[in-house]
């Protein structure tokens, strides 16, 4: 299934365009709605006719809209659904033993996978840089928190609350990492997650509203509530 990101460009009848970044954002080739799987709509200026907004949402096509900068801050969806009784069991069931523990393993993959990041670079940085020794003692720190998400006790009333608190304290570790890794001429102080001024955060920021858009409409179409997380939410 196609996706089709669009910037700054005018989008006003059933035919939408493609943008290809990789070669400086020129519009390759007009595609027929039906063929979409996502309308990605970033910046200002632009136009959507209600009509095509219609004709996307009885095809099931989610349409994104987000600022030039950040996050996605809407997202049109069809409102039919034959899946309903996935949203109710989302709440019956969520604090099942189960669903608690896939909520865990998913926090414990991705701090695992942030551990592995760094460890990827120490390997590659410590022959030439004695001063980014001290990375192999946070990438043991993350290891060990990881292991502290999975052993929480899925019965403890305050089992999500402990389980961000261990991912958060992962991430402020790797996030402080990957700041001695950026080159000092980029200004990149840190995480900053709106309103950053800096192309490294604008950069992540840019990308992570296109896997916002992507996973939004992989959970709705799922029949799942993207608001009603396993731990979060």
Partial sequence: MLKCYITEIELNSETAYVLDIAKAMHIMR??????LGLVYLQGTGMNISVNLQLKLAELDIPVVFA???????????????SKA????????????????????????????????????FYKYRKRRESSFMPIK????????????ITAIDTHDKDVRVLAMGYEGHAASIYWQNIKKLVPIDFNFAGRITRSAKDIINQCFNYV?????GEVWRSVVKAGLDPYFG???G
């Avoid at 600022?67 to 659904?81: D, E, M």
């Fill in 230 to 232: 396993f731990i979060h």
């Fill in 137 to 148: 003692k946070d990438i043991s720190s993350m290891e060990d928190l990881a292991k502290k």
């Fill in 208 to 212: 992570y509203g296109l896997l916002y």
């Fill in 30 to 35: 007009a595609l027929k709605s039906k063929e």
């Fill in 85 to 120: 009784i996935l949203r109710k069991l989302q709440v019956l069931r969520r604090d099942d033993e189960d669903i608690i523990n896939t909520g865990l393993d998913m926090l414990n993959a991705k701090v695992v996978n942030q551990a592995a990041i760094l460890k990827y």
């Fill in 67 to 81: 600022p030039t900068i950040g996050s996605p801050l809407a997202v049109v969806n069809t409102i039919l659904s």
